[in-house]
């Protein structure tokens, strides 16, 4: 099994910028594509931005395309998401998720083996 614990969440006001982190622990060596996913009231749950093992290849949703950047850290088994120029539409609860199959795939929910249990960012306009 892998534990995901996300920490960063909070209240900023449009135009603010916000930094989301996720450590994984436990079987780790299981995971291959990180990512992150997010979930708006009243709505589903989907997806926002993945990275590939070696953390040179990135997937984002084009809602965040130019706006977040997702990255890495193997050593400390961390991902990151920096996330710049928030809009109101941007609130939600942000879950880290892990797959034991490639980032690419992780645009489906179905790929995701691991969640954590999301920490909500808030977009005041």
């Known amino acids: 099994q892998v534990q995901l614990a996300e920490s960063g969440g909070g209240l900023v006001q449009a135009g603010d910028s916000l930094s989301l982190s996720c450590e994984a622990s436990?079987?780790?060596?299981?995971?291959?594509?990180m990512g992150w996913f997010r979930q708006a009231p009243a709505k589903e749950r989907e997806f926002i931005a993945a990275i590939t093992w070696g953390g040179k290849t990135t997937y984002y949703a084009d809602s965040v395309q130019g706006r977040f950047t997702i990255s890495r850290n193997n050593a400390k088994n961390t991902v990151r998401l920096q996330m710049n120029t928030l809009k109101p539409e941007d609130t939600a609860v942000y879950y880290c998720a892990a797959s034991k199959g490639v980032a690419q795939s992780m645009r489906s929910m179905s790929r995701v083996d691991y969640w954590g249990k999301g920490t909500l960012v808030t977009v005041s306009s």
């Open positions: 436990g079987r780790t060596d299981n995971v291959i594509g």
